[in-house]
T-cell receptor, first 110, second 113 residues
Framework: DGGITQSPKYLFRKEGQNVTLSCEQNLNHDAMYWYRQDPGQGLRLIYY???????QKGDIAEGYSVSREKKESFPLTVTSAQKNPTAFYLC?????????FGQGTRLTVV | SQKIEQNSEALNIQEGKTATLTCNYT??????LQWYRQDPGRGPVFLLL?????KEKRKERLKVTFDTTLKQSLFHITASQPADSATYLC????????????FGGGTRVLVKP
């Protein structure tokens, strides 16, 4: 079954804690993206990667970090430097102009 | 500054009627524009793509228009059904490296039986 798997579905973070969101794809797509979605707002681009071992900052990269060691995997770490991390996080791949999304991870700071 | 705007108010519509959603943008010159559907708590799903040289695109009960002079796209759902209830997002390319997309905030559609 081809697709993008994000885990966990729900994640709770304590103040000052780093957390890592997982994104795995078996679509064999080169390009992968991380977006953040807040209520009533458009998706905002955090980081993207067009090829293994290379990634670029998006519009709101501060307080986040990523790695792209394998084509299938693009994990996102939300660091303690991100002051307002509560949001819905979406991982996507893109090919021939069309984006494919995972089911998202809802992160809440407690 | 660059902006992409969709009506943030929910659109309530009776089953069988046509729903029309608007996507306006400023300070972009997109080569194409896309529409996605998003259900609560789930990721968006691609619906349609329309290029700058296309005026209209159709897919089943969906129709998209793209007016680069007005900097506007209209998205129509004809013969709407309760199953069409969702949030619809427009997205356009930034014309920059990385094929980056900019998304609007989405318009929620509620189709009542």
């Amino acid at each position: 079954d081809g697709g993008i798997t994000q885990s966990p579905k729900y994640l709770f973070r304590k103040e000052g804690q780093n957390v890592t969101l997982s994104c795995e794809q078996n679509l064999n797509h080169d390009a992968m993206y991380w977006y953040r979605q807040d209520p009533g707002q458009g998706l905002r681009l955090i980081y993207y990667s067009q090829i293994v071992n290379d990634f670029q900052k998006g519009d709101i990269a501060e307080g986040y970090s990523v790695s792209r060691e394998k084509k299938e995997s693009f994990p996102l770490t939300v660091t303690s430097a991100q002051k307002n991390p509560t949001a819905f996080y979406l991982c996507a791949t893109q090919v021939r102009l069309e984006a494919f999304f995972g089911q998202g991870t809802r992160l809440t700071v407690v | 500054s660059q902006k992409i705007e969709q009506n943030s108010e929910a659109l309530n519509i009776q089953e069988g009627k046509t729903a029309t959603l608007t996507c306006n943008y400023t300070n972009y010159s997109p080569a194409y524009l896309q529409w996605y559907r998003q259900d609560p708590g789930r990721g968006p799903v691609f619906l349609l793509l329309i290029r700058e040289n296309e005026k209209e695109k159709r897919k089943e009960r969906l129709k998209v228009t793209f007016d680069t002079t007005l900097k506007q796209s209209l998205f129509h759902i004809t013969a709407s059904q309760p199953a069409d209830s969702a949030t619809y997002l427009c997205a356009l390319d930034r014309g920059a490296a990385g094929n980056k997309l900019t998304f609007g905030g989405g318009t929620r559609v509620l189709v009542k039986p």
